[in-house]
């Protein structure tokens, strides 16, 4: 008999081909998002599940599933995973680590460029009728070209983000937890910067770190007070890095000059105060949206479940100490 695999949102017909060679699988094509409680209730029986980003396990979850062996999420992010309580549970967490990277650098360059130049304000305004002909003073916005980027978070994102924009010519610093060797640096013509003088220094600030404890509200009220006037804020990273009420505030008091972001604290909501601002780029986490990368992650998050509950050995495991319990 083959085992039971839940798939927890809508992914591509080759994904379901692919996992229906191997396992009796159960999809929710129709997309709709499990509350904890029907998220259990669907793992009852199943070995595995491939899951997204929108779905929490933790130790209440894992709990109530004493069959399951494997989750596999399609996303790099794992916030939404309790990676210990996994490993506590006798259960395997993967990601899906390097398939979106290309993807999300276009989008982080993309998302600054708009900020920078008011794309989505000048459209707005175009598509009200109210735009009268060119002004020399109208929607002025700010270069990115020779500008000095700041970039929290140096992973393998964050430093194709500054490849992607060596082409513009500017000093890019960067904050990281583990600092790259002084050659690497040199090679990718990036200088290390203390969070606190980056922020100070830099005319454009991209946030692309992982959100945990430690980097919860990352950028509050007191870290905006340190960025220049003239700063533009880019949220790439995830919800809760930014704190976005002291974001509102500071962009309303023109505090900073602008922001873009693409994830938001409570997702999919956010704080309603965010659609009144002009002064700020919104998008709906669509940064690794593009249909080659999306088709990557889903078949990844897939191979990683077949390997998980045939070999017992995934390629892209968040806690290889689960498999140490289990020899
Ligand atoms: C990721 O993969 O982490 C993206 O943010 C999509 O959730």
Known sequence: MKKKVLVTRAVFDETLAYLSQ?????????DDKHSPSELAARLQGM??????????????????CPGLKAVCSFSVGYNHIDVAACTRHGVMATHTPGVLTDSVADFAVCLTLATCRRLTESEAMLRRGEWKGTHLKELLGMDLHHATVGICGFGRI????????????PRILY????????????????????????????DIVILILPYSRETHHYIGAWELGLMKRSAVLINVARGGVVDDTALIEALKARRIW?????????????????????????SPHIASA??????????????????????????????????????
């Open 22 to 30: 191997h396992f009796d699988v159960t999809s929710n094509q129709a």
């Open 47 to 64: 070995e595995a599940a491939l899951i997204s980003s929108t779905d929490r396990v933790d130790d209440s979850l894992l709990a109530r």
């Open 158 to 169: 964050g430093q194709v983000i500054a490849r992607r924009l060596r082409g513009f010519e």
């Open 175 to 202: 904050c990281t937890r583990h600092r790259l060797a002084p050659d690497i640096e040199r090679e990718q013509h990036v200088a290390f910067a203390a969070k606190d003088e980056l922020l100070r220094q830099s």
């Open 258 to 282: 602008a922001a873009g972001l693409e994830v938001y604290e409570n997702e999919p909501t956010f704080n309603p105060g965010l659609l009144g601002l002009s002064n700020v780029v919104l």
């Open 290 to 327: 593009s249909e080659p990368t999306r088709q990557a992650m889903a078949m990844t998050s897939a191979r990683n479940c077949v390997a998980a509950l045939t070999t017992g050995d995934p390629p892209n495991l968040l806690n290889p100490e689960v498999l140490k319990q289990q020899a």
